[in-house]
DNA sequence: GCGTCCAGGTCTACC
DNA sequence: GGTAGACCTGGACGC
């Protein structure tokens, strides 16, 4: 038994781009499935939901798996779906900042630029430390383990992404044996302990009014965000001042405009600075033009 | 089958 | 503030 709950979109939404942004549609509990076009998610809250979401005619259409739902919880699907689509971003200023640029025109045609994010800060921050020093293929064990094993289930059995409680409650030891975490392993204990006794709040990082720079400095005091980590975060609270510089992009960057040799971060910085605020957006959309 | 390298980096110690 | 070395894991690669 399925519920249909129905989003309007704004004219310049695309949701395959933004489905296809980064590598997030990867990582449970999202789930893509590219013949039908639709993403599976799990949402967590008293009992966690499952649902597919795709687009058809203008509208993001969202089939939930519960017979029956209180208003409380359809409002919240709803805020979560907007959320993670990015459906209220403003991205009208880059779009006029790279439609004129011969490799970025396509941004604008396609209306790209709105990377998928998750419901909460707290499970991006815990995505984005699975994705620094090892391989995406890692990255994507990582994450299915700590769903798989730390997750609550779903009405169909599907398994949400745990909570920074669920977290907290397992060892330092379980998420170097069990999730195969490595040196991460304190990182991830540490980290749940602080969210769930309440002494940090990574979803306040949403809304702050602190500036940039102090914004990071807050990010990067949580064991095993460095510079990439924080800036990549930044990005997903709507900030792209950091370009989130890791191994791909600078490859990425050598090929495409220093032909095929390394360099200096500051020249790739350089390259991107007339894009302003924008500027860690702007690398993203040049690096990943060939997923679009 | 085995050893080495390195990937969507960060931390600590040291200068 | 800048740099060297250590750090888990697992897939790719060469032999």
Not at 54 to 64: L, S
């Given at each position: ?28 509990p ?18 966690p ?6 687009e ?5 259409k969202?089939?939930v798996s519960a ?20 459906l ?18 396509w941004?604008?045609e396609?209306n ?8 909460t ?10 994705t620094?020093n ?6 994507k ?5 700590l ?14 992404f745990?909570?920074?409680?669920a977290?907290a409650?397992?060892s ?13 392993s304190?990182?991830f ?38 510079d990439?980590?924080?800036?990549n ?7 792209y001042d ?6 791909f ?9 220093n032909a ?8 790739i910085?350089?390259f ?21």
């Amino acid at each position: 038994m399925t519920t249909k709950l129905i989003l309007e979109t704004p004219p310049d939404f695309n949701f395959k781009t933004a489905v296809y942004s980064h590598g997030w549609s990867q990582l449970l509990p999202f789930e893509l499935d590219t013949e039908n076009w639709c993403l599976s998610y799990v949402f967590n809250g008293e009992k966690p939901v499952s649902v597919i979401i795709d687009e058809n005619g203008g509208k993001i259409k969202i089939d939930v798996s519960a017979a029956q739902m209180d208003q409380k919880t359809e409002e919240k699907i709803l805020r979560d779906v907007r959320h993670i689509l990015r459906l209220d971003d403003d991205l009208s200023e880059f779009y006029h900042l790279t439609k004129n640029e011969k490799r970025l025109a396509w941004v604008a045609e396609l209306n790209g630029g709105r990377l998928l994010r998750s419901p909460t800060v707290f499970e991006d921050l815990v995505k984005t430390l699975c994705t620094t020093n090892c391989s995406w293929s890692l990255t994507k064990s990582m994450v299915r383990n700590l769903v798989e094993k730390l997750g609550t289930e779903s009405a169909d059995g599907k398994r949400a992404f745990p909570t920074a409680e669920a977290m907290a409650n397992v060892s330092e030891e379980f998420y170097r044996s069990e999730i195969r975490a490595g040196y991460r392993s304190p990182y991830f204990a540490q980290l749940a302990a602080k969210v769930a006794n309440g002494n940090l709040n990574p979803e306040t990082w949403l809304d702050s009014e602190l500036p940039t720079k102090e914004l990071k400095k807050e990010m990067k005091s949580v064991k095993g965000v460095g510079d990439y980590a924080a800036e990549n975060l930044l990005k997903l609270v709507g900030r792209y001042d950091g370009l989130a510089l890791d191994s791909f992009l600078r490859s990425e960057f050598y090929k495409r405009h220093n032909a095929g040799n390394e360099c200096d971060d500051k020249q790739i910085i350089s390259f991107y600075e007339k894009f302003g605020t924008w500027r860690g957006l702007a690398i993203w959309c040049d690096m990943t033009e060939k997923w679009h």
